[in-house]
């Protein structure tokens, strides 16, 4: 790899266009995200600082960066596999991913409460292409991302 391309800026551009993904396919194709969804795109925005603070870093020190930014996108794939578990019934999701509606209420105010607080099941895909559904892809996107922002950190710490 080249040395004037920074491992950290892949990975903020990696970052950016994965939630782009995310908010299109919300504010566009209309399809609401999970607890598990979301948490998926605070993982991204955890990797963008961290990529930014990378560059504020020391020449030197900006492969550990880079590195460190790398686990956190793994981080993140390892939310995604989560969520694939979830649809996939491997295991179970979390208590956020459920209603928690209160039964010991009036009929109205049960109406209201389930009005203002729609659920959106983390086991139940929104979207799938060729059976796999966002979370699937995000996982192998991420989990790419990551070894390869990993292994171009590798290298360019070596290249000094």
């Not at 030197?60 to 981080?75: C, D, I």
């Not at 105010?109 to 099941?121: C, F, G, K, R, S």
Request: hydrophobic share 55%.
């Amino acid at each position: 790899m080249p040395s004037r391309v920074q491992p950290a800026a892949i990975l903020l551009l990696g970052s950016l266009a994965a939630l782009a993904v995310a908010f299109a396919s919300q504010y566009l194709g209309g399809l609401l995200p999970c607890q598990l969804c979301l948490w998926q795109r605070w993982a991204y925005g955890g990797v963008i600082l961290l990529a930014v603070l990378t560059f504020a870093l020391p020449k030197r020190l900006r492969p550990a960066g880079a590195s460190l930014t790398a686990l956190a996108v793994l981080a993140g794939a390892g939310i995604a596999l989560f969520h694939v578990g979830v649809e996939q019934h491997w295991w179970k999701g979390l208590a956020s991913c459920m209603s928690t509606v209160n039964a010991n209420q009036s009929l109205s105010d049960l109406e209201n409460q389930l009005m203002a607080t729609p659920v959106i099941p983390c086991d139940r895909p929104a979207w799938t292409m060729f059976g796999v559904s966002m979370a699937g892809y995000n996982f192998a996107y991420a989990t790419a991302l990551g070894l390869f922002g990993l292994v171009a950190a590798v290298r360019s710490r070596d290249e000094r």
